[in-house]
C-alpha cells in the first residue's frame, strides 16, 4: 500500500464545508433524538430513554471487576490476612501507607499493629494489590471517599477491612491476572 503525498484537493474540499456540515449532522442528530427520548412516544421498547446517562446519585451503574477504586484489606475469620511484610509500602509511590508490624504472643506469625492508609495522597495506582504476596490488599469497588476533612481520610485497618466473601469476584480476579 503506498501513501500519496502530493494530493491536489479542489477549492471546495479546502473549504472543509462537506465535512463541516456532516459533523453540523451527526451532531444535531444526536441532540434532537436524545431530547425526544425523554418523550413517551419516541423510546425504544423496554427501555427508559434512549440516551445512556446515568442520573447519580439516584441510578447507579455495575462496576466493572477491573475497576481499580479504594484499596482495602481481606479479611477472613475475624483477622486481616496481611502479615506485615511492608512490600505494598514499598512500592506506593504516594508513600500513603504506613505499616507497623507486630509478632502474635507464642506464634512467628506477622501481624500489622498499625496499618495505616492516606486516602488524600493515594493516587489508586494498584501497585500495592500488585506487590502483596497473600492478596491482603486489594483495590475494592468503593468510589464515593471524598471528605470535607483532610483528617477523616487517614484510615486505620479497622476502617479498611472488608470480608473475603464481600471481594470475591476480585480476588479471582486479582489471581487470574497475576
Not at 4 to 32: A, D, Q
Not at 74 to 93: M, Q
Not at 131 to 142: F, G, L, N, T
Amino acid at each position: 500500500m503506498k501513501v500519496k503525498r502530493n494530493v491536489e484537493m479542489t477549492v471546495w474540499e479546502r473549504l472543509y464545508i462537506p465535512e463541516i456540515l456532516r459533523g453540523m449532522g451527526i451532531t444535531s442528530r444526536h441532540f434532537f433524538l436524545n431530547l425526544l427520548g425523554f418523550l413517551p412516544g419516541f423510546r425504544p421498547e423496554g427501555k427508559k430513554r434512549r440516551i445512556f446517562t446515568v442520573y447519580y446519585p439516584e441510578e447507579r451503574f455495575d462496576i466493572p471487576v477491573a475497576y481499580r477504586g479504594m484499596p482495602v484489606l481481606v479479611e477472613e475469620n475475624g483477622e486481616e490476612r496481611c502479615v506485615a511484610c511492608g512490600l505494598c509500602e514499598v512500592a506506593c509511590p504516594a508513600d500513603c501507607i504506613y505499616i507497623l508490624p507486630g509478632e502474635k504472643a507464642g506464634k512467628k506469625d506477622r501481624y500489622p499493629e498499625i496499618f495505616e492508609l492516606d486516602v488524600a495522597r493515594c493516587v489508586v495506582c494498584g501497585f500495592c494489590e500488585e506487590v502483596c504476596p497473600k492478596e491482603a490488599i486489594v483495590m475494592s469497588d468503593e468510589l464515593e471517599i471524598a471528605e470535607y476533612d483532610r483528617s477523616k481520610m487517614l484510615l486505620d485497618k479497622e476502617k479498611l477491612k472488608r470480608p473475603a466473601y464481600q471481594l470475591g469476584k476480585r480476588l479471582a480476579f486479582v489471581k487470574e491476572i497475576y
